[in-house]
């Protein structure tokens, strides 16, 4: 399991009715309600277990602009302006600050696309410093090693995962907002081809709309009222260690190891990029395409086991309404951990960073992180189902964005001016023409 997550208490009484209906307690869902209820919409979230228990609380808590595709700068951006304004507007804390992120290489061509990014990244009025080979060696002393080179990103910052889903949680019910913990979604219902309500283990919420920021289990749900969203999960496995180490950058980035200040003094380490592929029906069933990514990162993924077919989030089976669901089965995703991977990420942080050897491992988990074929996300609304809005996908960026992403879909839903274009979200891109694009994760 990650790191304690904040627990929040809620209500146990489901409302009969909403004007919108949050499907998923992660950072997006979370948001998306937040800035609907701050909109006057009656808005209710239901949550099949805890909020921020799955990928939310599992991540590095990064929140950045630097090396974002073209199609994600804008929301990081806007996310960053939002991270900063959520504190004042509510009083929660969400642990956010503006820390800078550190990356240093000593690969020419590393170094070389992260400088061509830079000169995008001016043209979106974003600023990243590139460093020299002594800038970059002052900046890393910690690792008490000499680089060709490097980057600082200053507007770019943390949160804590432990704590951000559970303050907006608690924002959403100081605003007069519904939050359901233990109360898993099952279906929709629909009425003249609409949208007409949200079906739930507890009982159905009359609504005319529904927003599904369901994570790892959003292409199951989508299965069931005949959508087809190609998503696959990777299994990550991170670590942390306990406080102790001194002088540390408060995150840093390099090919073998990353590392980040947690907001007790401890770190958490992981290796970018690295994880197992387990085997399910969906994953199967969209193979085609994300074979081009699954190529590309081959160096860093790995074959896994059965793991993703016990955790059910991923099934092609269509289940009754009236009957419990995978989802209630598994109230959270908690997958194995990779042992081999931990030991190597360990090994590494001791050799890279020296003062890590005074810490001791706090702990180690593993996560589920939902991809789509582009590595960029879906938000939208799903044009079979009038009213149904899909947000999922998010391939590992989810939690730095999720301000933005919650306050676009909050837009969508009310009719409101874009926050960011969401033309490059658009769920109905994945067709047979946009097979064979590849990630850039």
């Not at 503006?98 to 061509?109: I, T, V």
């Amino acid at each position: 399991m990650c790191a304690p997550l904040q627990q929040i208490e809620t209500s146990s009484e489901l409302p009969r009715s909403a004007d919108a209906v949050v499907i998923g307690g992660g950072i997006v869902g979370v948001f998306a309600a937040y800035y609907l209820a701050r909109r006057g919409v009656k808005v209710a979230l239901v949550e099949k277990g805890h909020i921020g228990a799955e990928q939310s609380c599992r991540n590095w808590g990064w929140c950045r602009q630097q090396n974002r595709d073209a199609r994600e700068l804008p929301m990081a951006t806007r996310s960053l302006d939002l991270w900063d304004s959520f504190a004042a507007e509510t009083g929660e804390d969400t642990g956010f600050r503006r820390c800078g992120l550190l990356y240093l290489s000593n690969d020419e061509a590393e170094l070389a696309g992260w400088a061509r990014w830079r000169d995008f990244a001016r043209t979106a009025g974003v600023t990243t410093h590139m460093l020299d080979g002594a800038e970059a060696s002052e900046r890393g002393r910690a690792t008490g090693r000499s680089w060709k080179g490097g980057v600082f990103s200053p507007s770019d910052g943390t949160a804590d995962p432990s704590q951000a889903a559970p303050a907006v949680a608690r924002a959403i019910l100081k605003l007069g907002g519904s939050v359901n913990q233990n109360c898993a979604a099952r279906g929709l219902e629909t009425e003249g081809g609409r949208l007409s309500g949200v079906v739930t283990e507890n009982g159905t919420i009359r609504t005319k709309a529904a927003i599904l920021a369901g994570g790892a289990w959003a292409s199951s749900f989508c299965h069931q009222v005949g959508f087809r969203f190609p998503q696959a999960s990777i299994r990550s496995s991170i670590m942390s260690v306990s406080p102790g180490a001194e002088g540390l950058p408060d995150a840093l980035h390099t090919a073998k190891i990353s590392s980040t200040r947690r907001g007790d003094g401890g770190y958490t380490l992981a290796i970018s990029g690295r994880g197992r592929v387990d085997v399910t029906p969906q994953q199967l069933r969209f193979s085609p395409q994300f074979l081009p990514m699954f190529l590309k990162r081959w160096r860093s993924l790995a074959p896994g086991g059965l793991e993703g077919m016990r955790s059910g989030h991923e099934t092609l089976q269509r289940w009754r309404l009236d009957q419990p669901t995978p989802m209630e089965r598994m109230r959270i995703l908690d997958p194995a951990v990779d042992q081999g991977t931990i030991r190597l990420i360990h090994a590494r942080a001791l050799d890279l960073l020296p003062a890590l050897r005074k810490t001791r491992i706090s702990a180690a988990w593993a996560g589920y992180v939902d991809s789509t074929p582009d590595g960029v996300p879906a938000i939208g609304e799903i044009q079979t189902v009038p009213g149904f809005i899909l947000a999922a996908g998010f391939s590992g960026h989810g939690f730095g964005i999720g301000p933005g992403a919650g306050h676009l879909l909050a837009d969508l839903l009310t009719g409101s001016e874009p926050i960011v274009d969401p033309k490059s979200y658009d769920p109905q891109r994945f067709d047979a023409s946009a097979w064979g694009k590849v990630a850039d994760f």
